[in-house]
């Protein structure tokens, strides 16, 4: 297991699911090859930790984001966590 964190520059917290995916997709994106070579031989997971405050359903992820995610080729694991609401933003 390789765990890589994917933090905003200007906050402990991103804004939304969406811009903490596509940053972590732009993160890997120059390692694509690597990632397709580790695939031959182990399974590959995105793994996503969501913390929400409310029960109004899930994330909602943009299409922009769906293609990418797609196109990267990794299978996409969120786990979502109840949380109270966050006083550090």
């Given at each position: 297991?390789?765990e890589?964190s994917a933090?905003?520059?200007?906050?402990?917290?991103?804004?939304?699911?969406?811009?903490?995916?596509?940053?972590?997709l732009a993160a890997?994106?120059?390692r694509r090859?690597?990632?397709r070579?580790?695939?031959?031989?182990f399974?590959?997971t995105l793994?996503?930790?969501?913390?929400s405050?409310?029960?109004?359903?899930?994330?909602n992820l943009?299409?922009?984001?769906?293609?990418?995610?797609?196109?990267?080729?990794v299978?996409?694991y969120?786990?979502?966590?109840f949380s109270?609401?966050s006083?550090?933003?």
């Open positions: 297991m390789w890589f933090l905003p520059k200007i906050s402990i917290l991103w804004s939304s699911l969406d811009e903490g995916l596509l940053a972590l890997f994106q120059h090859d690597a990632i070579h580790y695939q031959k031989t399974q590959v793994w996503c930790g969501h913390f405050s409310s029960f109004d359903g899930g994330p943009s299409v922009p984001l769906l293609k990418q995610l797609g196109n990267f080729g299978e996409l969120i786990d979502t966590y109270a609401e006083k550090v933003r």
